[in-house]
């Protein structure tokens, strides 16, 4: 009897510590990581384009200043970096190519299926609100007017925002298309959608904010007006 | 459970003590490095897009 007893309550002593441990694990720990992962990713991009190698597209090597369409991005690598100076001064976080569960710990996630950086149509990306760095944390303080500004290496994209926060239902993926029905866009133009979970710890619905392409410059031109303090 | 691995580890009561410590260190970078990894997924904060997944 005594033997069991004692089995039984180490048992539940120990599955509490996992627990606790596990709690740990989430809040902390994946914040821990997911920091210095994007932190390395950003490394990473900066010295590619240190480097002249301002997209890894492969084929399109060479001297392609004027190329209206570039390549694809490659799953999984980022090609961008996003600034929010809502969301801080030094808010800054890789964008990588998909939306895949592995892709989004290391920063935020471009649907693949959308529209590339600055192109006609909707470049939609996708980020976590809490874990992982927590980098959409503060989504429901963003407002229209604000800027998202995005780089590729070679040049800045400065979008502002006109609607948004918007909360909808996560199989509401009309969303990112071309054209967002909801957005008050009515006819094609350089879009940039934003999506998050809500609530905050949850997953039963969507935030969503739309932002239309403002201004671009070379990053020659050192940065753009938004980012300036 | 616990007594039985303390009866069964060599050595006095600081040998005891510190392999134990070892243990409890071994049983976290395992939790941390492979259980946890896996089973995070598993909760709803990952899911962030509107399409899938």
């Known amino acids: 009897m005594r033997v069991v007893v004692r089995s039984v309550s180490e048992l539940c002593i120990t599955v509490g510590t996992v627990i606790v441990l596990f709690v740990v694990y989430v809040l902390f720990w994946t914040g821990v990581k997911a920091d210095s992962v994007m932190s390395d990713q950003i490394d990473r991009l900066q010295e590619q384009w240190a480097h002249g190698a301002v997209r890894p597209t492969g084929e399109a090597a060479g001297p392609a200043e004027s190329a209206p369409t570039p390549g694809p991005y490659e799953t999984d690598k980022p090609f961008a970096i996003m600034y929010i100076p809502r969301l801080g001064f030094t808010w800054n976080k890789p964008v990588l190519e998909g939306t895949a569960t592995k892709t989004l710990k290391k920063g935020l996630g471009h649907y693949a299926a959308t529209a590339q950086l600055g192109q006609k149509g909707n470049f939609s990306v996708a980020g976590h609100r809490r874990t992982y760095g927590d980098p959409f944390k503060d989504f429901p303080r963003l407002r229209p007017g604000d800027a998202v500004v995005l780089t590729d290496g070679t040049t800045w994209f400065t979008y502002r925002i006109d609607k948004g926060p918007y909360k909808t239902l996560p199989t509401d993926i009309e969303v990112i298309d071309a054209v967002p029905r909801k957005s008050g866009y009515t006819r094609e133009g350089r879009y940039l959608t934003l999506t998050t979970c809500d609530p905050e710890w949850g997953h039963s619905h969507r935030l969503i904010v739309w932002a239309h392409l403002d201004s671009t410059q070379p990053v020659e031109a050192g940065k753009p007006e938004a980012l300036r303090r | ?53």
Do not use: C
């Open chain 2, 1 to 53: 459970m616990y007594g039985w691995i303390w009866r069964h580890l060599p050595g006095n009561a600081w040998v005891k003590a510190l392999l134990s410590l070892l243990l409890v260190m071994a049983v976290v970078y395992v939790l941390f490095n492979y259980v946890f990894p896996w089973a995070e997924p598993l909760l709803p904060f990952n899911d962030v897009t509107v399409d899938n997944q």
